[in-house]
């Protein structure tokens, strides 16, 4: 069974850092896309980071590039969000899928319209909130 659990979330000021995680398991986790998407209230879910641990490619939405970084430790099924400089509007729930690269083609359709819904697998989401 396979299981992705998300921690890290929590209340920081403006300008601050957060590092997210996402524990996988059931997982060969060599084999797998790992996104990070998150979701504010009254907003749809958007995608905000990828990475495919079979070859180590990634994907950043526009509004995170160069604040946020994605990184995987494959000896620990562990991927993590570095966010830095973050800012109000990062405020959301953010959650981590997974599923087959070969099935996702990796992080190539994590922007598309509904891309969340590439992915199989998620966990149960970590509240974080930046306040101004």
């Known amino acids: 069974e396979v299981q992705l659990v998300e921690s890290g979330g929590g209340l920081v000021q403006a300008g601050g850092s957060l590092r997210l995680s996402c524990a996988a398991s059931?997982?060969?986790?060599?084999?797998?896309?790992i996104v990070w998407f998150r979701q504010a209230p009254g907003k749809k879910r958007e995608a905000v980071s990828c990475?495919?641990?079979?070859?180590?490619?990634?994907f950043y939405a526009d509004s995170v590039k160069g604040r946020f970084t994605i990184s995987s430790d494959n000896s620990k099924n562990t991927v993590y969000l570095i966010m830095n400089a973050l800012k109000p509007e990062d405020t959301a729930v953010y959650y981590c899928?997974?599923?087959?690269?070969?099935?996702?083609?990796?992080?190539?359709?994590?922007?598309?319209?509904?891309?969340?819904?590439?992915?199989?697998?998620w966990g149960q989401g970590t509240q974080v909130t930046v306040s101004s």
């Open positions: 990475i495919s641990n079979n070859d180590g490619s990634t």
């Open positions: 059931g997982v060969t986790f060599d084999d797998y896309a």
């Open positions: 899928g997974a599923d087959v690269t070969r099935i996702v083609a990796g992080c190539t359709k994590v922007n598309r319209p509904l891309g969340y819904s590439w992915y199989k697998y």
